[in-house]
């Protein structure tokens, strides 16, 4: 399955700033998502991710909190824009599992305390 | 679209008893439901999975059943140990692009 390195791991940051995400696949793969994880709760998906074109999110999540970036098959970049307290979560990207599975593999995630 | 409901919230068994997790889903549509184990300050792994043309895979400790009439799905740990303790994520797909609805999951304890 695909290695996912995601940076930073954590951080913490005050309101009001901006903070960009890093998700880099060491093989090339069509789709990447991100998802959500507030603190105790489940995943919730924000965006697809693909190359070449604008990414396409979910319900309740607009472009200009979350612009994401997609230059290659094998890279991708979340912001988190204007921070508030509300956005701290943990922020994971993923991208579909190769081989006979379809599940994800995940990224181990970035934990973002906004205070 | 897909809801996917997970049961029990927490989980705690003894080593070596067995734990089993349960979700329910609502589109009969859905053809792939795979399995998630979450360490703290890990993201989640994917465990086993099962497709919906069977009924049931083992690897090793771990299972899954699949009721496509009754729309759910299981998993089941047997012989549990201390590193089983972890969240727990069932999901299902939401299309047939890649995207899954997540269950609230799951958290086990395993005592020795």
């Known amino acids: 399955s695909a290695v996912i390195s995601q940076k930073p791991s954590r951080d913490i940051c005050q309101r009001g700033t901006s903070l960009t995400i890093q998700c880099q696949v060491d093989s090339q793969v069509t789709m990447m998502f991100w998802y959500r994880q507030q603190p105790g709760q489940s995943l919730t998906l924000i965006a697809t991710a693909n190359q070449g074109s604008e990414a396409t999110y979910e319900s309740g999540f607009v472009i200009d909190k979350f612009p994401i970036s997609r230059p290659n098959l094998t890279f991708s970049t979340l912001t988190v824009s204007n921070m508030s307290p509300e956005d701290s979560s943990i922020y994971l990207c993923?991208?579909?599992?190769?081989?006979?599975?379809?599940?994800?593999?995940f990224g181990s995630g970035t934990r973002l305390t906004v205070v | 679209g897909e809801n996917v409901e997970q049961h029990p919230s927490t989980l705690s068994v003894q080593e070596g008893d067995s734990a089993v997790i349960k979700c329910t889903y609502s589109d009969s549509a859905s053809n792939y439901f795979p399995w998630y184990k979450q360490e703290l300050g890990k993201g989640p792994q994917l465990i086993i999975d099962i497709r919906s043309n069977v009924g049931e895979k083992k690897d090793q400790r771990i299972a899954v059943t699949l009721n496509k009439t009754a729309k759910h799905f299981s998993l089941h740990i047997t012989e549990t140990q201390p590193e089983d303790s972890a969240v727990y994520f069932c999901?299902?797909?939401?299309?047939?692009?890649?995207?899954?609805?997540f269950g609230a999951g799951t958290q086990v304890v395993v005592t020795p």
């Open positions: 993923s991208v579909r599992t190769r081989g006979d599975g379809d599940g994800y593999t």
């Open positions: 999901a299902a797909p939401t299309d047939s692009w890649g995207k899954f609805q």
